[in-house]
């Protein structure tokens, strides 16, 4: 079956445009999550989703950072006035997992969009 | 901020030769994961341990959990080429997030 999708794949903004960046889940996952991924480093955690409601905000870096989900499927990254520390790869997963079964799922990883602010 | 950090920061073998690859992480955790990245590409998930288990195999793929010194390895056996590529691991603790290391750059030389 198809995986995890992004798009765009490249994003070239200039610096103060406004951004957004989607991202398709695998169909029945119930959790989503949203990483940003400079160059050189590991991934690191921005939100989490479960279905449509957002559980954890806390590694958003700024207000200027908006992650919806509406409909617990497709999500949308946003992001306000770009600045240059914005430019790095962001990465959607998707998981079967719910905290509330306690079981531990696998996170599928999606090609990422990178995205680069001049 | 990042959980943990790998080491080492890159590797280079020669093609057959075995790849070892350290983590260490800093607080608790339930399940331990390393992950694969291609160049410009995704991550894949490669295994997971949990933390009552001490040691996982997948393939050619071994990893063991030692969680009195809050560290684990990944062992690659007989690497191929296609084996280059960056590799992470990652811990999930009381939340379902995970939170990566800086990653081994491995590179096997054919």
């Known amino acids: 079956g198809a995986g995890v999708s992004q798009s765009p794949r490249y994003k070239v903004a200039k610096r103060g445009q406004d951004v957004a960046l989607r991202c398709d889940p695998i169909s029945g996952h119930v959790s989503l999550f949203w990483y940003q991924q400079a160059l050189g480093q590991g991934p690191e955690f921005l939100t989490y989703?479960?279905?449509?409601?957002?559980?954890?905000k806390s590694g958003l870096p700024s207000d200027r950072f908006f992650a919806e989900r509406p409909e617990g499927s497709v999500s949308t990254l946003k992001i306000q006035r770009t600045q240059q520390e914005d430019s790095a790869v962001y990465l959607c997963?998707?998981?079967?997992?719910?905290?509330?079964?306690?079981?531990?799922?696998?996170?599928?990883f999606g090609p990422g969009t990178r995205l680069t602010v001049t | 901020s990042q959980q943990g950090e790998e080491d080492p920061q890159a590797l280079s073998i020669q093609e057959g030769e075995n790849a070892t690859m350290n983590c260490s992480y800093k607080t608790s955790i339930n399940n331990l994961q390393w992950y694969r990245q291609n160049s410009g590409r995704g991550l894949v998930h490669l295994i997971l341990?949990?933390?009552?288990?001490r040691e996982k195999h997948s393939g050619r793929l071994r990893v063991t959990l030692d969680t009195s010194k809050k560290s684990s390895s990944l062992l690659i056996t007989a690497s191929r080429a296609a084996d280059t590529a960056s590799y992470f691991c990652a811990t999930d603790g009381k939340v379902s997030r995970l939170t990566f290391g800086e990653g081994t750059q491995l590179t096997v030389n054919p």
């Open positions: 341990i949990r933390s009552n288990e």
């Open positions: 997963a998707s998981s079967l997992a719910s905290p509330r079964t306690g079981r531990v799922h696998e996170q599928y």
């Open positions: 989703f479960q279905n449509e409601a957002q559980l954890d």
